[in-house]
């Protein structure tokens, strides 16, 4: 069977131009269960939605019969499309989109069990979003074996690819694989050729321990998260130069976590053989969220044509970040779009989004 790379096919870096973004209409399900929670989420998706249409086209897709409401918070311009749906986010669910160069599209399309099959996922419909998605793109689809989500990758587009232990190598995804069959399966995929491998992802992106399994709202946190997505540690701005969070307060577990993943970076180097540049961003200053560690970061923005869309967390350090990406992408409008409404849900305005390259 034939793979992406040997078709002349690889992922280009989120900095190139975009066709448009996919995204997924939150619905309900176990991680909107309250109805307050669904109703804030969706408005925090549309705000999204909003600010990236300013840049590109958008696509929702939408389960059955919710296409119209979901329209009106919307507003005009955002394209929707309906399919029976899990969950809410595209990044994960969604194909990872490739080019040749030759005016051609493809996508991979991995295999999804949410999220390594926690008790909170539900993925019938969503394992099948990325072939759907795919071909609604009028992309040639390869379907990989590998148990692997978008968020669980990122690529700078000369050949590297950043990955954490902790999601391909965990026993939840891959529990047969080896280290050297996973990246073999990466780069045949992506035409990648160097993977950069992180011990873990943020604290907060794992079940918390059941001491602190309680929301601020009185019901019990569900645990939400990806056990250790590559995409709100880590990013390339483009090739050599990575930012990275930072957690400076030593009293929130994730300061010797980045401490370890910064240091690693820094000694790392890329697929052409450079050093890498490591732009350390700071975390906001709030330690804990909805009873458990705060995993807010900056790291999980999204690039789009002409744009930078900045998780903000109403934080003194929201602006520090905006500064930090305004100089690393001088030619790109920044704007800050309140994400903590997202966050409790388990990811990021990255999460959300997955952007359909232009061939």
């Known amino acids: 069977m034939t793979t992406p790379a040997a078709d002349g096919f690889r992922m280009p870096a ?14 309900p399900n176990p991680t909107f269960d309250d109805p307050d929670d669904l ?88 394992s099948k979003i990325g072939a759907y998605v795919s071909d609604l793109a009028g992309a040639k689809t390869y379907a990989s074996k590998l148990v692997n989500e ?10 590297t690819v950043l990955l954490t232990e902790t999601v391909q190598l965990g026993p939840e995804r891959n529990p047969d694989w080896t280290k050297e069959q996973v990246e073999a399966e990466i780069h045949a995929h992506l035409g990648t050729s160097k993977a950069i491998w992180l011990p873990r992802g943020l604290t907060g992106d794992y079940p918390p321990p059941s001491s602190r399994l309680r929301s601020t709202r009185g019901y019990p946190h569900p645990g939400f998260g990806t056990l250790g ?65 705060a995993d807010y970061s900056y790291i999980n ?26 100089r690393l992408f001088p030619e790109r409008t920044v704007t800050l779009v309140d994400a903590r409404t997202i966050f409790s849900g388990g990811g990021g305005i990255h999460c959300i989004t997955q952007q359909q390259p232009k061939v």
């Open 14 to 27: 989120e900095w190139t131009p975009h066709e448009r973004t996919w995204m997924a209409w939150p619905g």
């Open 39 to 126: 109703r804030l989420s969706r408005m925090a998706w549309a705000a999204v939605a909003r600010t990236v249409l300013r840049f590109e086209p958008v696509t929702v897709v939408c389960g059955p019969g919710e296409a119209a409401e979901a329209r009106v918070l919307l507003g005009p311009g955002v394209d929707t499309v309906e399919r029976e749906l899990d969950d809410a986010w595209m990044r994960d669910i969604g194909p990872t989109f490739l080019t040749n160069g030759k005016g051609e599209l493809a996508a991979v399309d991995w295999t999804f069990n949410g999220w390594g099959a926690q008790d909170w996922a539900r993925w019938e419909h969503d």
């Open 150 to 159: 978008g968020g669980a990758i990122h690529v700078d587009g000369e050949g």
């Open 229 to 293: 997505h590559v995409d709100i540690v880590a990013a390339f701005a483009r090739p050599g130069v990575v930012v990275a969070h930072h957690q400076p307060d030593p009293a929130h577990p994730d300061h010797e976590v980045t401490k370890e993943v910064i240091g690693l970076l820094k000694s790392a180097t890329d697929a052409r053989g450079r050093r890498l540049e490591v732009v350390e961003v700071p975390a906001p200053t709030a330690l804990e969220a909805d009873g458990h560690w």
């Open 301 to 326: 923005h999204y690039l789009c044509n002409g744009g930078v869309v900045l998780c903000g967390f109403d934080d003194p350090r929201d602006e520090i970040a905006a500064g930090i990406f305004r």
